[in-house]
């Protein structure tokens, strides 16, 4: 079973450049996610979709933009990439039609570096 | 502010017990929860606690305390692959899942 797919794995990106982070379920999740996770510091939120139409803001979501046209996407969009923007990116889902157990399932992480 | 506190880094010897303490501030509380990361990899869910007690689950129990905001996670028997990072998280007024930066774990032979 595929769960969750991040792509790409990793990623060098030039500073100023766009790039789009995608990720892919298969569970029929209503809920996703998509967090970054730098040393020393929690994972942190930065968008969330609860049901494919609607999308929030997180804790960090300034420099970043997501979409949700469907169950199964949520891609994460870098406009113009930072420096600080280099992290560890996870996606994330999790089935809230049971109520908000909170328990997540997420990707294998994508790792971007901004130079 | 919201807060989770736990412990950087603890070393344990394999075969020992080793308990994961975690401390927590939040705007409301919806339940905790600890998930293992190994390097590399995603996290992976262990626990969730609502209620006061012990959850036992195999050779993993999690304790939870509402009144003293405060966890921990028990490791019985420790292997080698348990070697990992213990992440700390509660679900807030608002059920959002604030994260503790986590606890890394060294178990040595």
């Known amino acids: 079973t595929a769960g969750i797919t991040q792509a790409p794995t990793s990623q060098i990106l030039a500073a100023g450049r766009s790039m789009t982070l995608r990720c892919t379920q298969d569970m029929r999740h209503n809920a996703m996610y998509w967090y970054r996770q730098d040393l020393g510091l929690g994972l942190r939120l930065i968008h969330y979709s609860n049901t494919a139409g609607t999308t929030g803001k997180g804790e960090v979501p300034d420099g970043y933009s997501v979409s949700r046209a469907n169950t199964d996407d949520f891609p994460l969009t870098l406009a113009s990439a930072v420096p600080s923007q280099t992290s560890v990116y996870f996606c994330?889902?999790?089935?809230?039609?049971?109520?908000?157990?909170?328990?997540?399932?997420f990707g294998e992480g994508s790792r971007l570096t901004v130079l | 502010g919201q807060n989770i506190d736990q412990p950087t880094e603890m070393t344990a010897t394999e075969g020992a017990i080793v308990q994961i303490n975690c401390t927590y501030q939040?705007?409301?509380?919806?339940?905790l929860f600890w998930y293992q990361q190994h390097a590399g990899e995603a996290p992976t869910f262990l626990s969730y606690?609502?209620l006061d007690g012990l959850e036992e689950k195999g050779r993993f129990s999690s304790f939870l305390s509402r009144s003293k905001g405060y966890s921990y996670l028990l490791l019985k028997e420790l292997q080698m692959k348990d070697s990992a990072s213990y992440l700390c998280a509660v679900m807030d007024s608002n059920y959002q899942l604030i994260w503790g930066a986590g606890t890394k774990l060294i178990i040595k032979p």
């Open positions: 994330a889902s999790s089935d809230s039609s049971g109520g908000a157990t909170g328990e997540l399932f």
């Open positions: 939040t705007s409301g509380f919806n339940g």
């Open positions: 606690n609502v």
